[in-house]
Every structure is written in C-alpha cells, then in structure tokens.
C-alpha cells in the first residue's frame, strides 16, 4: 500500500502512528524537536510489539523501519504519506506545511492529526491542498480501530479514497465525515461527557474512581459493542427508538445534566482531579497502566471477534489480509518436513502451572493440521462446498514447556495419506529449536453434510498422493505409533 | 441471601430485575396490569437462560421460580424485597409504596429502579422510609454489573449495607453515591453525551449509524475497561492528568459541543432519528438484537475475566461464589469413575466444521485432570507450595461431535497412580449419555521450582494410593492403551 511515513510530532499520537505504521511494515521517518522523542519513541514502540504480538495470531511481514530526522523536510523527502502530529495551533500547523510541502513528493499524502481544526482552514495556504485531510485517531493510536477522516472544502474525492483504503489496511475503521465541524463527531460525544463528569467531581458529587466506575461497569461495556442510538433502539423494547423517546425525551428539559455551563478549570479542580485519579492508578506507571488498557482492548476486540461484529468485524478484516499475504507466499518445498505454524504464544494461553496449558498444544496441532490441510486444497472453500477432515484420534508428547509470548513453530510429516485417511505427525518447536511437543494425529475425510466417511475431491486426493510420496522417502519419526506410557 | 422478591412493573427493566433474580435462585411474583406482561417476561427469560448459560462455566444452583399475583399487595406478601419498576412518577410510585408497605413484611427491603428522582421524595411518605433506596440498574439488568445505590436522607446505614451485599450477591456491581442528585451519575453522564449525539443527527452532520460507530470504535472501546479519567489520565502521557488538563482544559471553552441547549424533540427529529436507527437494525427484530448485544456483553465481560479487570473482576467473583457453592457439595463415593466435569459447550469453541473444537476436547480433559488433582490434594494452596502435575503424554480418540451450548461431562478412573505417575483416563459424554471422547493421560508429579520430577506429599500420595485400590477393581476402560491407527 504504501513504504514509507514521515511523522511530524512525536508526542502520544505521533508515536502511536509510528507504532502502527512500523507495525505493519511501513518505514518511518519522524521528526520532533523534543531530546526526550527518542526514549519516548522507544517506549511506545516497546508497548505496541508486545501488544501485537498478542493482538492477532497471524503472520506478520517483516515491521517497518524508523529513524529520526533532523527537519521538517529531511523527514518528508521522498515520504509517501506525511502525519503532521503537531500542537494544535493553526500557525504551527500551516509553517509545517509550508516546510513539508517544499520537500515530500507531489503525490504524498497528507494526514493531520487534528482533534478539532477544521481540515479547510489547514489548508488554506497548501500548494497542493487538494491532498491534505484529517485523520483523527484515538488513544492508544496502534489499537483502537477508529480514524476519522475529514476532508475540507478542497480536498479531492481521489485523497478520500486513497486514505480510506490505507487505514483500512492498516486494520482501522474510517468513519468518513460528509461535513465539516469543529472537533469532528467522537470528540464532541467524548467532551459533552468529560464536561458533566467534571462537574460532577467539582460539586462533589462522585469521585473520578467512581466516575469511571460507573462507565466502565454500565454503559462502556454497552459502548464497546453497540452505540447510544443502537442501545436505546433496543431499550425502546417492541416498539424501539420511536417509544425511547417518547418516555425519555422530556427528560433531556430537565434538569439532569449541568448543560448551561462549564466549570472553572482552577487550579483547585485540577488538583483535586489529578490527585484522584492518581489514586486511582494506585502505584502503577502511566506505561503500566498502558499495558493494562493494551491487554484489555485486545481481550475486548478479539471477544467482538468470535461474535463478527464491531471492532472484531475490523480485527477479522485486518487479519484476513495478514493471513491472504501468508498464502501467498511461494510453495515449500514439499520434500521435507512443512512448516505449518508459526507464532508468539499468546499471553492468556498459559496457566496455573505458569507455561502453556496443555489443551493449547493441541489447538497448535490443530492449526498445525489446518494449514496442512489449505496446503492439499481443503481449504475454506472446499469445507464450505461441504466436505472437509475431522480429527478421529490424537496423541501428543509434552516434551517441553514454553511460556508466554515467546516464539514456536511447527513441522508436519504426512504419514499416510490415501482413500479416506490422512495420518500427520507435527512437531511442535520453540524458535531456539527446542522440541516442545509431537503429536500424532488420525484424520478421516468426511462429508459434512452425512458426517460421514467418504472420499476426497480428485484434486485434494492427487495432491495427498504427491506429498504422501514424497514423505515416505523421509525416516519415520521417532515417537510416532507410540502409546501413552509405553516403555521407549 | 434473599428466597423471594416481589416486582412491582414488568416493563425492560422490571422483567430484567425478574431475570437476574430467578437466574439467581429467587423466587419472584410480579404484578403487572399490562396484559402482555406474562408474554413479555416469558421472553426476557428466555433470552436471560441463553445468555446465563454461556455467562459462566460455574455450576448453578436451581432457578427461582415467578408467578403473576393480581395486586401490588398480592405481589408484596412474604417479599424478602420489594423491587419497583413503575413509571417514572412520584405521585405513582407513592401511591405503589402504600400499597406494598401495607401487605409486605416489616423488615423487606425496598429497592426503587427510578432513573432520577431523588430517594428522599420517594420515602418521604413512607411507614418505614429508613428501608428504601434506590437501586438503579442499567439494561439489560440480568447481563450489566452497575447498579447505582442511592440512599435517601431518612435510609438507614443497614439498609445501604444490605442492598449492597444484595447486589454483589446477584453478581452485580454496586456503586453507592454518597450524594443525592437528580439523575445521578450514570444517566447523568449518558444524556450528556446523547444530547451532543442528538444534536449531530438534527444538523445532519452524521447519522445515527455514524454517531454509533464513532462510539463503538473508539471511545466505547476504552471505557469499557477504564472511565473517562483514567483514559485521559493515561493520554497525558508522562505527566498524567495535568499535563492532559493543561492541554485540553481550554477547548472547553470552545464551541466544540452544543453546550447551550437542547434540540426542540419534535416529529420532525423523532422520525429522522427512528427511521436511521431502523436501517441499522438491517431488519433484525427486537429479540434478535438483544441476543447479539447480550452475546457482546458476554464476550467481553469474559475478555476481561482473563485478565482480572473492571466487569471482569465482578464476574469471577461471582463465579467464585458458585464454585465455592459447587465445593460445599458432599464427596462422591470414590469407588467408580469420578464425575470430573460438568458444563455446556461455550460457542466460541466451536470451529468452520460447526461442532467442538478438537483443541477443545483436550480442554475438557486437562479440566477433567485438575478436578481429579483437587481430589487428591492437588489443589491451588498445593501448586502455591511449589508441586504440581505435568501432562506428558496424551491420546485421544474423537468418537462424536458436539455443538455449541450443548450439555457434556466427564469421568474419570485411576490407571496408574504410584510415585511420581498418574495414568488417568477420562470419558467425555453429552449429558444424554453419547460417547464423545476419551482421553488417556500420563502426569508426572513435579517440584515448579526445578521443573524436575520428585514424590508427592505423603497426604497427596495416600489419597491417589486409595483411589488406585478402589480403581483397581474397575475393568481396563476400552481404548486405554492404544496408539494412533492401531487396529481395533
């Protein structure tokens, strides 16, 4: 899609998008004038490696590189996408411009960051403005899916397009404004309610701990799956939005929220607000907290995935692609053994004992057993044209332990591959090349409409044939047509 | 904690309230003048059984039981608690509070669903004020935690501590404020942010499909594990809060919301805003949304089980309540197979073949394994002393399938259980007898501390010694013993 970034602004949003960015292949080039830009850096990209490799399970290409430039326009030669991540300050932005336009190729596209600036007033002065627009990301910027794309009156429909399909592949959700207003849409909602929570903490009425209690227990858990207008369609009961607001409509006329005003942001309201919320986080580092949140949006995403729906919906997407680049990576040589699996081991996947639990060896066998089986053609579109293999007996050594996030792999002989009966021997390895596990596995070809026996598809059988062929060849692998305890 | 619970209104949340209390062993009599109250109820039941029964693995112990009663007093008789869900009234639920104080028992607590109005207007006319509160859920009330506790100026300290152990009891979260105040703090923060949204779809700026996803792709994602201070606290970065509040404090003062007012609801907007939120729907029902936002709700609630976090947090304290429920049970006769495992098959473990994952069988086992090492002494204070049992071989056979939400269990007989091994075989069965699996294990007991094998305690050793004698007079289980592809 595209190769290399410039980001201008190393702050929380500029490293953010340098992690996703990085994380996804793309070289990155940044430029802040901040001495500390550097660790800063470091730190998120620390943070973002450890989420990723938890965040999904597919392979991923080689990362991105990233150096640090010295100006503007040392950043900005030959960048195909420039991320201006700057204060907020229309002056700042449109010199940055200036300077950023004098050095990035023609065709760069550019990318304010902007949680509030009009996308037109940026780039009023721009020779080229027809390329600039805003994409308005989201704190953590390398997890949260949203970016919210907002062209100004002489944006071109080709830049929308082109913006779109690169943060999709960058496994986001644009969300496309038609018009233009200051702070955009999810700033504005987030704001209406940051500005009742303050007044509820300056009037004493709650605690920022109880504040945040009461979102993340209640209408956060709804938020992260279903906005306000689906939530109270559904609160509507049988006759939905249409009786919601008949019952609750008037009560937006009462006195419920301090709409009239905003508090005085005093020194007094922002002590007290930021000495509660230090209680809050109770000890813990502002990057430990992040790693917190981190492993808890992932746990949250890859949830709304199993359901397709949401934020999983666009993990699925993103992971699809990653999975599509995978397959189509040249053959193996079949001759050998077949790498069949690869990854971390992901964090939750450990237990009581503090190493992979047992039944994930085996889930590895089964992705293991998967790929082997896209490699002879069962693949999804075979399965759903309704025939497919299933796993009649199983049986696995525990060789090794292996804790979580470090890396493993898998190799797959065939051991019989003819009529109905496919017989896999994996093993399974840590990345040293430590032996982990084998497991021995008996599948049967089957229709899934009967569940029945029956024979693979020409192609499918041809192919087991050819590799079962050239596997005979290979030395029987020790511990194959063990049973449990039998003496060696 | 409580047998019974009158329910005074069948509307959402009154049928909610009914839902969570039978899931939770209550017995329940509603009163309802609607006449489709019974239909309606029978189906929030329906979706609450479907939604318990993937909520937790924990057995339950036997629903409550409900019935309709003809009156508010008819309803109160012999009620533990007196729970009111009517219109949002004051002269109503006045009039709803002298009937029931006249029929229920001296010392039942009264608990009133009201969104807004403040519990001391409530009580103010009451016999016995000091025993109501308000205890405001949040829909849907079988699945969400927060329960906002609101005492009113004559509730007595006990009646707050009761609720609140009430409520913990019933798995939920509550949040009891220290100040009363129309609306509270939820609805508070929710019509903060639903005005803006109402706002964004009068002017046309977004639909309400739009507003919704720039929810649950972002923001809704944080706070449904951290609340709006401590996302922003963590968005500041290095200097937390302050830093944050220094940045952003003044966009306050600019016209980034609409703060001044509230759109004229008229029917002009009620129908802009009911025919978006229809076209979102896709044509799903009622029911049919609820069962996916209840899935959501679920999946991440357990997404953040994982990782002991916010909702997470509540649920496995719930869950731990049934457990130790479930522990109380008196020990089984040790002389057949031991029934190890108990529960119905979560849908996310089934795969593209649609039926259990065959990762998932060896799930079943390895818990079926840990229920049998609790037998013995194995137990968590055991592997917190330093011992444990590894797994180091395994054979399975896959004999039938099984799909998501169907009932299975496991048993299990001793082979082999001298010095450092334990043989055990397991027999997976759907609860209607079938055979699904069997599994044959091999442990060996293990310092964690070299991750070498060693003896196990005396007591851990005397009581598998036990088991193997009485297990010695079982029959060899068919299939123990075998490797891969052995003929029969």
């Known amino acids: 899609m595209i190769r290399s970034a410039a980001i201008l602004g190393g702050g929380v949003i500029g490293a953010g998008w340098a992690a996703r960015l990085i994380e996804n292949g793309v070289d990155v080039t940044l430029f802040d004038p901040d001495s500390a830009a550097e660790r800063k850096l470091s730190e998120v990209l620390a943070n973002a490696d450890r989420a990723y490799a938890k965040l999904t399970l597919a392979a991923r290409g080689p990362k991105g590189g990233h150096r640090f430039a010295p100006s503007v326009a040392a950043a900005c030669e030959g960048a195909d996408l420039v991320v201006e991540a700057v204060p907020e300050r229309l002056d700042v932005k449109r010199k940055v411009y200036a300077e950023a336009e004098a050095a990035a190729p023609a065709d760069a596209l550019f990318a304010s960051s902007t949680s509030g600036i009009l996308p037109s007033d940026l780039q009023a002065e721009m020779a080229r403005p027809e390329r600039l627009l805003v994409a308005h990301p989201f704190n953590p910027v390398y997890l949260l899916p949203l970016v919210e794309i907002v062209p100004g009156a002489r944006t071109s429909p080709e830049a929308v397009e082109r913006a779109t399909a690169l943060y999709a592949w960058l496994g986001m959700k644009p969300l496309v404004l038609r018009r233009e207003i200051e702070a955009f849409v999810a700033d504005r909602l987030m704001e209406a309610l940051w500005r ?130 995978g397959a189509r990576k040249p053959p193996e040589d079949l001759s050998r053994p077949i790498r069949t699996m690869e990854r971390r081991v992901p964090a939750d996947w450990t237990d009581y004992n503090n190493h992979m639990n047992e039944a994930r060896y085996l889930q590895c066998f089964g992705d293991a057993t998967d790929a082997f089986m896209r490699i002879v053609g069962a693949d999804a579109d075979y399965i759903a044209s309704g025939l497919s293999f299933f796993t009649v007996e199983t049986h696995i050594r525990h060789l090794g332990e292996v804790k979580a996030l470090e890396p493993i792999y898998a190799e797959t002989q065939l051991l019989e591959g003819a009529g109905k009966k496919m017989r896999l021997f994996h093993w399974l390895r840590h990345a040293d090349g430590r032996l982990l596990a084998t497991g021995e596995h008996m599948l049967v070809h089957v229709s899934l409409e009967t569940r029945a026996a029956c024979e693979p598809a020409p192609a499918v059988a041809a192919k087991l044939a050819e590799i079962a062929a050239l596997h005979a060849a290979l030395p029987a692998p020790e511990g194959a047509g063990r049973a449990v305890g039998q003496p060696r």
Request: hydrophobic content about 45%; glycine content about 8%.
């Open 196 to 325: 009742e929570a303050l007044w509820l903490v300056h009037d004493d009425v709650a605690t920022t701990a109880e504040i945040d209690d009461a979102i993340r227990f209640g209408c956060g858990l709804r938020w992260a799956q279903m906005g306000t207008f689906q939530v109270f369609d559904i609160a509507g009961g049988e006759q939905g939005m249409r009786h919601f607001m008949a019952q609750f409509g008037p009560c937006l006329k009462w006195p419920w929220t301090k709409l009239m005003d905003t508090p005085e942001m005093d020194g007094a309201l922002i002590e007290k607000i930021a000495r509660q919320t230090e209680e809050q986080a109770a000890g813990r580092s502002f990057r430990e907290l992040e790693r917190i949140r981190d492993d808890n949006l992932i746990a949250v995403m890859q949830a709304l995935k199993v359901n397709d729906w949401g934020a999983g919906e666009t993990l699925a997407a993103y992971e699809k692609k990653l999975f599509d680049q």
